[in-house]
């Protein structure tokens, strides 16, 4: 079964930093791009980064970059999110997604989310 | 950054009815505009790619149209497991962003 896992999330003071991973399953991690989108608590969804199959390269929303770094392991099959300098507004569940090979590469496997709470 | 914008922002309709919700790109994003559906408490879910491809195990009840910056997610006949909140995003380019989301409720 083709599966996404995310863990890590909690709470953490204004400030701090917290790692995002996300441990795949099911398919040849290693081949796809895969993002990362949050939900703040009653919003809509919102695009946080990306990267490719061999990380090499990533992108993130300005309203992070600086302060999150997206990286991959492929011989563990874990995505990872760093967060650094995190504030109220980061307070969201953040999901995992793969970026499928289909035209237009639409986000076809997404994981159950896991939730970042940023309060002193 | 492209903007997406989705109407209406909530509706409400029966089981049965026909219901179409739209979404609009800043700029041409050809048909790189995908939709998903997520219900409470759950991940989103892809129900459109390609402004009209339908994933796989989706039902036929969902379509999409629509290519540049005008696009449409129609449901046929809407089953009581169809409400829910309905995304669009364009995968043109980075930041892939969505539109705010369309609430379907309950009449």
């Known amino acids: 079964e083709v599966q996404l896992v995310e863990s890590g999330g909690g709470l953490v003071q204004p400030g701090g930093s917290l790692r995002l991973s996300c441990a795949a399953s099911g398919f040849t991690f290693s081949s796809y791009w895969m993002h990362w989108v949050r939900q703040a608590p009653g919003e809509g969804l919102v695009w946080v980064s990306r990267i490719n199959s061999d990380g090499s390269s990533t992108s993130y929303a300005d309203s992070v970059k600086g302060r999150f770094t997206l990286s991959r392991d492929n011989a563990k099959n874990t995505l990872y999110l760093q967060m650094n300098s995190l504030r109220a507004e980061d307070t969201a569940v953040y999901y995992c997604?793969?970026?499928?090979?289909?035209?237009?590469?639409?986000?076809?496997?997404w994981g159950q989310g896991t939730t970042v709470t940023v309060s002193s | 950054d492209i903007q997406m914008t989705q109407s209406p922002s909530s509706l409400s309709a029966s089981v049965g009815d026909r219901v179409t919700i739209t979404c609009r790109a800043s700029?041409?994003?050809?048909?790189?505009l995908n939709w998903y559906q997520q219900t409470p408490g759950k991940a989103p879910k892809l129900l459109i790619y390609?402004?009209?491809s339908l994933q796989s195990g989706v039902p036929s009840r969902f379509s999409g149209s629509g290519s540049g910056t005008d696009f449409t997610l129609t449901i046929s006949s809407l089953q009581r497991e169809d409400f829910a909140t309905y995304y669009c995003q364009q995968s043109f380019t980075t930041p892939r962003t969505f539109g705010q989301g369309t609430k379907v409720e309950i009449k």
């Open positions: 700029q041409s994003i050809s048909n790189y």
């Open positions: 390609a402004a009209s």
């Open positions: 997604a793969r970026q499928a090979e289909v035209t237009v590469q639409p986000l076809d496997v």
